[in-house]
């Protein structure tokens, strides 16, 4: 069963292309448009609006925080009762270092803050981050999908992995938008919400 969608789709796979074409088009978007540079970055608030930018034309949740409890796998992510309050520490927490900006990206993917979607919007929340602060970005194209996929995985225990796989990746090329556009790539970077579960409350 597709997500509940603005489109009408009620096949995941028909959502899932849906979801990728639209949202790399609103990414490339945002990247052209300079609105980027306009939000406060490592702020909870830039992240609802990278989400909503993206998502906009498929959900009607799109910049909202979820109201379900969801999990992945045998992790769950932080339960609804505990999430405004880990949101308001997650802005709180410093940014300057490159391992400050690491900790703060792996707390805001325990968070998950959105029923979809997290995992695009946070990494283009994460470049934002170490533009502003490092001059740098990340590029994707030099990580490979299943070590991240797994260093995220177990980055709420140990963000060695996490960390040792985007220093390696890190490029002062920061207005490259082919650079850019490998974090939204959706195919590459697979989040697949069918693998989620869902509590309604």
């Known amino acids: 069963m597709a997500l509940e969608n603005k489109l009408g789709l009620t ?14 088009k609103k990414a490339a978007e945002l ?30 949740f799109a ?52 029923r979809e979607g997290n995992g695009r919007s946070a990494r283009i929340w994460l470049d934002l981050i170490f533009k502003t602060e490092l001059h740098k970005v990340v590029d994707w194209s030099k990580i490979d999908k299943e070590d991240y996929l797994l260093a995220m995985e177990r980055s709420p225990i140990k963000d060695i992995e996490i960390k040792y796989l985007l220093k ?8 490259n938008r082919n650079v850019y556009m490998k974090g939204i790539d959706h195919s590459y970077y697979y989040e697949g919400y069918a693998a989620f579960k869902a509590e309604e409350l």
Request: glycine residues 4%; proline residues 3%.
């Open 11 to 24: 096949s995941s796979a028909d959502l899932a292309r849906a979801e990728e074409r639209i949202s790399k």
């Open 31 to 60: 990247f052209e448009s300079g609105m980027l540079e306009k939000l406060e970055a490592g702020k909870f608030s830039a992240l609802k609006a990278i989400h909503k930018y993206l998502f906009d034309e498929i959900y009607d």
């Open 63 to 114: 910049g909202e925080v979820r109201t379900v409890n969801i999990s992945k796998g045998n992790f769950r992510f932080a339960p609804l009762m505990y999430l405004e309050a880990a949101l308001e520490n997650i802005d709180k927490m410093p940014q300057s270092t490159f391992d400050e900006i690491v900790e703060k990206y792996v707390e805001m993917n325990i968070a998950h803050p959105f």
């Open 168 to 175: 390696n990746a890190l490029t002062d090329d920061i207005n």
